[in-house]
DNA sequence: ATTTAGCACTCGTTATGAAAGAGTGCTAAC
DNA sequence: GTTAGCACTCTTTCATAACGAGTGCTAAAT
């Protein structure tokens, strides 16, 4: 099942021709391109052959042909090169970090931002999986007798806040012991870990130290033990009604409803291995997504994943300046944020 | 220009009609429905007065007759009962207030699901102006020798948090005094006057017990003076997309566009006053919503306004049904967060 | 003076067929 | 192995006709 170089030339040329013009290839077009020397009957000859090993198929019996995704897998697998970026593309990417504003999520939310201004797809990006941060600080404020809101602050400067309740005989004085002894004892543990650690290296103190240990304890550990959301940001979500493969209704319907749901395409690009992944049209596992490819790549600080950047486009889309753009991205994104939070 | 009793019936039937089957009526249908006691033929000269007067038109010459904006606003402002909620809508609304988590932000957001999901269209609700919430507590928790997170708590529980930077010069023990003048002098205080108010009732203080007052002072009034951002829930942003009208992918488009901008739609919604509001069509000033109707009410604690809860449909859109609960949300929104937060 | 029946007319929708155009597969010649 | 040539297929476009829903107008009925 190897492909003769000639094959592979013109494997090549369908793909990139089509995802330039979302047009069926016809053997006569092809042999009017430069790269081409020999004449459409020989095409037609190897697009047969092309057709039967299944990287191309035709649209109806007498159109021409357009990749399949096994076609397109190929061309990702073995005949791209990612596009370098272009000088005011560059500028564009840093301009994310350009203002002094060091909050994580805005700078991960405006590069979803960005990320889809550049491809004209629509860009997801996962936040920063916060349960793996740690704990900076904890502070308790009281709103009224039954009611206060623990915060939580992490080491990346991420702030996660909770309403709880309870009885109104707990003594404000014991609250702020608690508040204290956790601080003193919990300072860089992990979030996900919060809870275990409370029992483990606190209890017995807090014990000693406080009245209404029971009913505070229960109160603090649930309210510590809700997951911290992992957040999504989309950008151009919108972008895909753009692209000629969605003139039908139907698709967009389905489409727009699996991005409005968020939770299907997070889980989708939650579970992707560091550095770059490529997933075309039906390797989604989900209908909705049969016309789509989903590009990610991953962002960390140091050796440790952070989170997920990812695009989705038709099909169709233009892989190497995706992948790109991504590489680029990402590994920026996980420089400048290495350099913030790792040597504190 | 006034209608007679059998124009207006002629008129009301008409618009409920269209409502009902998106469907041009014609005489003929109308002449068999039981309310009907006349002939298609007096219809048809009926029609042709009302279509005259500007009440109804015709999509081309042999169709049936749609209403217009005008017969919309008539059949809005004289002929419209707003409908009541069933037992299962009612408590389908009263879920949002039955899990005992009293974040303001997360009622609203549930409320904005909850009512696209009834009326199956588009509904946008417009956070609570945090600007005028009072503050409860200000907390600053250091990151590392030059930045540090503000955090501002509001009576209604609210948080804000913004990260500011100061040169390392600066001794923590000054920001720990700092945050306490704060918070003797300026609890209470609504968000939007923090920033006056320490100029007029703190500056003194301050400068007298902090070294580092000139720095610490331009950052802080620089952190607080960022406006407090009034968020925007959407729920059902891609219900639109059933509507019939919307067959045409030109008009998604456009509308889609509108809506993911968030900005626009926020301000057509914003500016309107206390109680029950319709936008009908153009009444909008928005080509993008030159088929759409836009219905808002506000909710309050007290008697002070506190944000806007409104529906986006087709111009064709169960006026009766949607004006029926946003009625009963906004008034049972209100009575919940005024028990919660007015006597505090 | 209203109301209604009747009818010619308009326009959108649907079905049908013809013509054009793009592209293929196959055969035979190079 | 490559290419020219040609018949064939299928989509797209356009014109045409038939049908149906609905109107406006006239004249008769109430």
Do not use: W
């Not at 309210?223 to 009604?241: C, H, Q």
Request: glycine share 4%; hydrophobic share 40%.
């Amino acid at each position: 099942m190897l492909l003769t170089d000639r094959q592979v030339l013109i494997l090549q040329v369908i793909v990139d021709d089509f995802i330039r013009t979302a047009q069926p290839v016809g053997s006569r077009s092809l042999s009017k391109k430069e790269e081409i020397l020999f004449s459409s009957a020989t095409i037609r000859n190897e697009m047969a052959d092309l057709e039967e090993l299944g990287f191309i198929e035709k649209t109806h019996t007498s159109s021409g042909r357009v990749p399949s995704e096994k076609g397109y897998r190929y061309y990702v697998d073995h005949l791209l090169l990612p596009q370098k970026l272009d000088r005011s593309e560059i500028q564009t990417v840093r301009s994310i970090f350009a203002e002094q504003i060091y909050e994580l999520e805005k700078i991960v939310q405006k590069s979803a931002k960005i990320l889809s201004e550049l491809t004209s797809y629509t860009s997801i990006v996962l936040g920063p999986a916060v349960n793996d941060n740690k704990l900076k600080k904890i502070q308790i404020v009281p709103l009224n007798q039954d009611t206060a809101i623990a915060i939580i602050v992490t080491d990346t400067g991420h702030v996660e806040n909770r309403m709880f309740h309870f009885p109104a005989s707990v003594d404000p004085s014991d609250v702020e012991k608690m508040v204290n002894i956790l601080n003193e004892r919990l300072s860089g543990i992990p979030l996900v870990h919060l809870n275990a650690s409370i029992y483990k290296e606190v209890a017995a103190i807090l014990r000693q130290h406080i009245k209404s240990y029971d009913v505070l304890m229960g109160s603090i550990t649930e309210t510590l033990s809700i997951p911290a959301s992992e957040k999504v940001f989309f950008g151009g979500k919108t972008n895909m009604l753009n692209q000629p493969e969605f003139n039908d209704i139907d698709k967009i319907r389905s489409l727009m409803a699996m991005i409005e749901q968020e939770d299907g395409i997070s889980q989708l690009i939650r579970k992707n291995p560091k550095g770059i992944n490529v997933k075309i049209g039906r390797e989604n596992n989900n209908s909705a997504m049969d016309n789509c490819s989903l590009i990610t790549a991953t962002y960390s600080i140091g050796d440790e994943k952070l989170g997920t950047i990812a695009v989705l486009g038709p099909t169709r889309m233009e892989y190497s300046r995706v992948i790109g753009l991504l590489d680029f991205i990402s590994a920026d994104l996980s420089k400048v944020l290495t350099n913030l939070y790792q040597n504190k």
